[in-house]
């Protein structure tokens, strides 16, 4: 089974891996679970906006960044469609809470700093 959590819809087989109601990505139970309870335990906190997306692509890898160092974040506003993309070229604020602020600064720092310089061909 797998479950939408924009619409709170849930499937059977065969499970769409996208939403026919709303076109977000759906999920696995445990999945679902652990989005939700994240989604709660931020919801407890005081989120600080510290950067705003420029394009879904930005999205995706500073928010893998930032998942893969086990900072808690979301986004107000914006969604990966030309729909929802607003005249300012804005794609969404990134929040966090209050207590990562500075390493997430750090982060999307390095993430714009390797943007700025790419690496001579043969580095990696």
């Known amino acids: 089974m797998r479950h939408?959590?924009?619409?709170?819809?849930?499937?059977?087989?065969?499970?769409?891996l996208i939403c026919?109601?709303?076109?977000?990505?759906?999920l696995s139970p445990e999945e679902a679970r652990v989005r939700a309870?994240?989604?709660?335990?931020?919801?407890?906190e005081e989120l600080?906006?510290?950067y705003v997306f420029e394009s879904p692509v930005d999205k995706a890898i500073i928010g893998e960044l930032l998942t893969e160092r086990?900072?808690?974040w979301m986004v107000r506003g914006g969604e990966?469609?030309?729909?929802?993309?607003?005249?300012?070229?804005?794609w969404g604020v990134l929040l966090v809470?209050?207590?990562?602020?500075v390493?997430?600064?750090r982060v999307i720092h390095q993430y714009q700093k390797a943007i700025v310089t790419p690496a001579e061909p043969g580095e990696a």
């Open 70 to 72: 086990g900072i808690h």
């Open 48 to 50: 600080i906006p510290v």
């Open 37 to 44: 309870a994240l989604r709660e335990d931020l919801d407890d």
């Open 4 to 16: 939408c959590l924009h619409c709170r819809a849930d499937f059977v087989p065969p499970e769409p």
């Open 80 to 90: 990966d469609s030309a729909a929802n993309f607003d005249a300012q070229g804005v």
């Open 103 to 105: 390493r997430t600064k």
């Open 97 to 101: 809470p209050e207590d990562e602020v």
């Open 20 to 26: 026919p109601d709303c076109g977000r990505p759906t």
